[in-house]
């Protein structure tokens, strides 16, 4: 793909729906008794490996256009596949499912592309074996075999990484567990198994506790069918966001976003260095906080004496905008600096990496640390840089082709279709 420098960007384009509530809407429906219609359904990659995962599972799925009919098939009503269930690049599909299966009176295997299968796997089966299921790693990794068990019991689990993956193959597998299952979040991640749960009648208490977030339900209770719509992808507005902020003159509207406050850190990132950003008509949808976004481009970071710093809880809240917030850097007097997010080097490329080499490539000036990195303001050049095979690499790195002199080519782009199919398609629109 080629991308060359643009002016503004200007426009109200149709973004995608949030893969993360869609991967829940659909696992969460296919638990459920009756029919479930999911209007706005993502039309991502990882979200069909749900959707596979979950036919092969016995799960009658009607799919048109944005919306997916599930005929859940209540708790128990999962027959085992008939060969290993394929999550093609998704982390979430695999990591919610294997919570799913490990409460299923039958053997499962799960697998994957060459990146899922280089992702730690070791930090899901660690909890669910202490729930009484049986998960063997290959080595820590998928593929995983998992021998599920209808008598699990729960757990008060304490995570060791920030990781709404992790809480909440815990939490789905709580419901087959008998008494009381406990997560605890040292750090808040984003709650959409939470919020899903309750929108299909399941009873799930959140409370804080000491700068804790406690959060439970009781095993055994029933999952109700239910009509939803999905919201906006924030993470998939954000590329947006970033580009409009960075093109001065820019101004561009986004409607119906997913706002929840658990995933929109970057957004006050963007305020705090004065970009402005206003969010209007938010409403409640199926649980979801939902708005309308205006960016108006500019930076007008206030004057500081060092970089921007990312660090600490805020890490877990934008993990997935850092990418495309690095790009942001290069364009701040003083840069930005990302630290405490060793977390990205587990994701479908070793983000740190990923990023360094390419904004290197362009001509920043960026430092690599083990648990982040720093860029310096900088004049960014077009060159070839590699996607990794890494969606939200090749998406944040489209975003710097368009603020760099001269023409950037990035391989492998049509990654991008993993979360945002239709992405350039989209840019091109609202580029000038
Ligand atoms: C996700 C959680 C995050 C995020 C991923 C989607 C989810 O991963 O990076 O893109 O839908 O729960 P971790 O839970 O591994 O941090």
Redesign the pocket.
Known sequence: MKINNAAVMRGNPNLPAD???S??AALIASLAEGQTMIENFSASADCASTLACLSELGVTIERSDDRVLIHGVGKAGFRQSAGPLDCGNS??TM??LTGILAGQNFDSTLTGDTSLLARPMA?IAEPLSKMGASIVTTHGNAPLRIRGSSDLHSIEYRLP????????AVLLAGLFAAGVTTVIEPVP??D??ERMLSWFGTEVIAEGKNSERHISLKGGQKIKASQLRIPTDV?AAAFFMVGAACLPGSDISIRNVGVNPTRTGFISVLQRLGVSIQIVDQTDQCNEPVATLRIQGGIRALQSNGPAIIEGSLV?NL??EIPILAVLGTQLPNGLEVRNAS?LR???SDRISSIVKGLGSMGADVKEFDDGFRVSASRLKGAEVDSHDDH?IAMAFAIAGLLAEGETQIQNAECSDI?FPGFFQILDRVVM
């Not at 990484?161 to 909440?168: E, F, M």
């Open positions: 893969k993360s509530i991967h829940r982390g979430t990591r919610l930090r990484v920030a990781s709404a993956q992790i809480k909440s991640t984003r959409h198994t993470s877990a993990i997935d977390e587990h994701k479908e939200r979360s």
